[in-house]
């Protein structure tokens, strides 16, 4: 065995942001309901400074710069729920509140291997279904969610706890 796990199982909860205690509570949450069927965005890009140091004519300092992150986008199945829609449509109407997210990536059993938890979502797209009357494919909606850091969390359920608490907190 590899020791390779398949990125085909996996789950995302989300939970306000407004107060820090629901934060770590709903990083114990069940899942969103529906499931989805694809999370893409699990991205960091350091940008890199370059300074061009007068008299130095062979080489270009380079210096880390400022991390960003694509929107993270959320495909599932068009279920019952209308969840992220409505979580969509507060902030239409002005008065939505922030999510943090936690995808995690699990393995045969069910155990999470890997957790990526996102800080102060903001939902910034969603998009429904095309209608097609000609087809037999399953309609899907999909939500983009714009943050302020990406996070890989470790250590089982008291690593989860700690690392929710620094990413509330300010810390990496």
């Given at each position: 065995?590899?020791?390779?796990?398949?990125?085909f199982?996996?789950?995302?909860?989300?939970?306000?942001?407004?107060?820090?205690a629901?934060?770590?509570?709903?990083?114990?949450?069940?899942?969103?309901?529906g499931?989805?069927?694809?999370?893409?965005?699990?991205e960091?890009t350091?940008a890199?400074?370059e300074?061009?140091?007068?008299g130095?004519?062979?080489?270009?300092?380079?210096?880390?710069?400022?991390v960003?992150?694509?929107?993270?986008?959320?495909?599932?199945g068009?279920?019952?729920?209308?969840?992220?829609?409505?979580?969509?449509?507060?902030?239409?109407?002005?008065?939505?509140?922030?999510?943090?997210?936690?995808v995690?990536?699990?393995?045969?059993?069910?155990?999470?291997?890997?957790?990526?938890?996102?800080?102060?979502?903001?939902?910034?797209?969603?998009?429904?279904?095309a209608l097609v009357?000609?087809?037999?494919?399953?309609?899907?909606?999909?939500?983009?969610i714009?943050?302020?850091?990406?996070f890989?969390?470790?250590g089982?359920?008291?690593?989860?706890?700690?690392?929710t608490?620094t990413?509330?907190?300010?810390?990496?």
């Amino acid at each position: 065995m590899s020791g390779l796990v398949g990125g085909f199982n996996f789950t995302v909860r989300l939970v306000e942001t407004a107060k820090p205690a629901s934060a770590v509570i709903g990083s114990f949450a069940p899942p969103v309901a529906g499931g989805f069927s694809e999370v893409s965005g699990l991205e960091a890009t350091m940008a890199v400074d370059e300074w061009r140091e007068g008299g130095r004519n062979d080489a270009v300092l380079r210096f880390p710069g400022r991390v960003t992150h694509p929107p993270i986008k959320l495909r599932r199945g068009l279920a019952v729920s209308k969840e992220l829609w409505t979580w969509h449509e507060t902030f239409l109407q002005g008065r939505g509140r922030r999510r943090d997210g936690v995808v995690e990536l699990l393995d045969d059993t069910g155990e999470a291997v890997c957790r990526w938890r996102f800080r102060r979502g903001l939902p910034v797209r969603w998009s429904g279904p095309a209608l097609v009357a000609t087809s037999s494919a399953v309609a899907v909606e999909e939500l983009e969610i714009v943050h302020e850091g990406l996070f890989v969390q470790t250590g089982g359920a008291l690593g989860e706890l700690l690392n929710t608490v620094t990413s509330i907190f300010g810390g990496p």
